[in-house]
């Protein structure tokens, strides 16, 4: 009962933590969505220079750990005078890309080469055969996985605790060390954590189901 008190107590910062949560991921994975779309052109296009400039994005995220990027992003773009928000949300952007690219890339070349030359056959030219046949099929196989992508960027932004900002698991080590009982408070957030990802979890799967029916 101590804990359900406190969670109640608590709820007024823990929500406002929360909505910032949400808001960091939302913005970061829309702009991911961007980036891997960019470069999952670049790494299709069998231009090598461009499938070199992918390949160098994806090994640089995959190769260094995401904290490290966020500070990067933080102390490099706040000398620049931009906002500690829009730093992280840029360097969640920038590593979400990478994976969200190679999600695109495998759901793009999973299309039958087929349907390519069948609307090249009609008269389509490319962009347009992408934009009217290909990409709509690949995003319905893209969409399980960028999901999935959506619930990791979803947890990885409790990152942006290590730069100050007040999010949700910055909330609970704030609170813990006020009065020196953190599995208390991170017991509270992870019920948030647990409550943002079964909402969006239910958002995608009904996503799908209405992509399913409208096949």
């Known amino acids: 009962m101590e804990i359900f008190s406190l969670f109640i107590e ?3 910062i823990f929500l406002r933590g929360m909505l910032l949560t949400f808001q960091l991921t939302i913005v970061a994975v829309f702009i991911a969505i961007f ?6 052109f670049l790494k299709i296009s069998n231009i090598k220079i461009l499938e070199w400039i992918a390949n160098l994005y994806i090994f640089l995220v995959r190769g260094t750990p995401l ?3 966020i500070f990067i992003f933080y102390f490099g773009l706040t000398a620049l005078n931009i906002s500690q928000f829009w730093s992280v949300v840029l360097g969640l ?3 979400n890309g990478a994976y969200i690219a190679e999600i695109f890339r495998g759901s793009i070349q999973s299309v039958d080469k ?3 030359e069948a609307a090249r056959s ?6 347009l055969s992408m934009r009217r046949i290909i990409m709509p099929q690949a995003f319905r196989r893209a969409l399980p996985p960028l999901g999935n992508q959506f619930i990791i960027a979803l947890k990885d932004s409790s990152l942006a605790s290590f730069i100050g900002m007040y999010e ?3 909330v609970a080590t704030t609170l813990g060390s006020s009065d020196f009982d953190y599995m208390s408070y991170l017991l509270i957030v992870a019920v948030y954590y ?3 990802v079964l909402f969006f979890s239910l958002l995608v799967g009904k996503v799908e189901k209405k992509m399913a029916s409208s096949d």
């Open 194 to 196: 647990l409550v943002l």
């Open 35 to 40: 980036i891997g779309l960019f470069f999952s």
């Open 168 to 170: 949700l698991f910055n």
């Open 114 to 116: 087929g349907q390519m």
């Open 67 to 69: 904290v490290v990027q």
């Open 122 to 127: 009609l008269g389509m030219s490319i962009p």
């Open 10 to 12: 608590t709820s007024p």
């Open 93 to 95: 952007a920038f590593h």
